[in-house]
């Protein structure tokens, strides 16, 4: 991979009323406006050359990816690696909800009802960013979730903000091989 382009997935039925779904195995189809923003994001696409399309295992980022290619032949593939973390008890409750718990836990409490922490979903996000990383596409567009987008961009920071949804924004090999390794040293120790 020579450039990873990356855009959030349009709005979710889920998304549009503040509800959180970390199970790829519930339904969460985009909204009506969900399904224009994933058409536009193909128009800011129409001139890139894109040679592999990855998505998470989620409905949302599978949809949007296929409006957004609809008249390309592109190549797919599904990176588990890069899924938005497990909801457990916040399935389908507000987004709020979980952000109180999040504020307040630590990095290494697992979401209460998940097995899974959010250092670990660090960790997890940073194996699948290799996985693109080591792909001979030369360009290759993700279509994923707010937060492994976020912490690309940013590092693991406990509060963030929401992503635009579907809007494209393109790294290069070496500014993503900084970005991961900066995921890394993070999960060796964190810092919350």
Do not use: K
């Amino acid at each position: 991979m020579e450039r990873l382009i990356v855009a959030r997935h349009a709005e979710s039925v889920y998304s549009a009323r503040g509800l959180l779904n970390g199970d790829p195995s519930r339904r969460c189809p985009l909204t009506a406006t969900g399904r224009r923003q994933a058409l536009r994001l193909g128009e800011l696409l129409r001139d890139e050359q894109i040679d592999l399309c990855v998505t998470s295992a989620f409905e949302r980022t599978r949809e949007t990816a296929d409006l957004a290619l609809a008249e390309r032949q592109v190549p797919r593939l599904v990176v588990a690696e890069l899924n938005d973390h497990a909801a457990g008890e916040f399935e389908g409750r507000a987004i709020a909800d979980y952000l109180a718990w999040a504020h307040a836990a630590s990095s290494d409490d697992p979401v209460p009802g998940a097995s899974e922490s959010r250092r670990e979903a660090v960790r997890r996000f940073a194996r699948g960013y290799r996985l693109v990383l080591e792909r001979s596409e030369p360009t290759v567009l993700a279509v994923l979730h707010s937060l492994p987008i976020s912490y690309l961009a940013s590092g693991p920071l406990q509060r963030l903000p929401l992503l635009a949804y579907a809007e494209p924004v393109s790294v290069t090999a070496v500014e993503l091989l900084a970005a991961v390794e900066r995921l890394e040293r993070w999960a060796a120790r964190p810092t919350w």
